[in-house]
């Protein structure tokens, strides 16, 4: 809910006010993995990693898939910070200190306001090779993309 549905609602509601030259940057993760969508809709349970993954291809699938609805902007753009950051999660899921999470800040913060995103709308950019990738190979399969846009549609539409 808190990786992947909520952001889209919160984008779904600003969507209204973006410029045009305005970009969303969604925090994805180079841990990703295809989507249950039955999963994603409630009906089954997933343990924590499992669970984090799929949230994370899901957030860059719809991240794409905003970027083909919205074509004259704003930009959307899908970023892995950086693996194995110092974070709350990597210290109790990995048992280690983790990397500094300024290198996951900055690159959040160039992708918002650096030229270099300005035309990068649909991609995900993987911090740790430092370059633009493809994501999962999950994400580029459109009978699983819909799959997955349908739910998050459905999970996230009012009433």
Known sequence: MVNTLAPYVLTQALLPILPAEGRVVNLSSA???????AALRGEVALDHMGAYAQSKLAITIWTQEMARQHPGGPVFVAVNPGSLLASKMVKEGFGVAGNDLRIGANILRRAALSGAFAEASGQYFDNDSGRFASPHAAAQEAQHTAAVMQA??????PG
């Open 31 to 37: 841990a990703q993995a295809p989507v249950d969508v």
């Open 152 to 157: 998050i549609d459905d999970l996230t539409a």
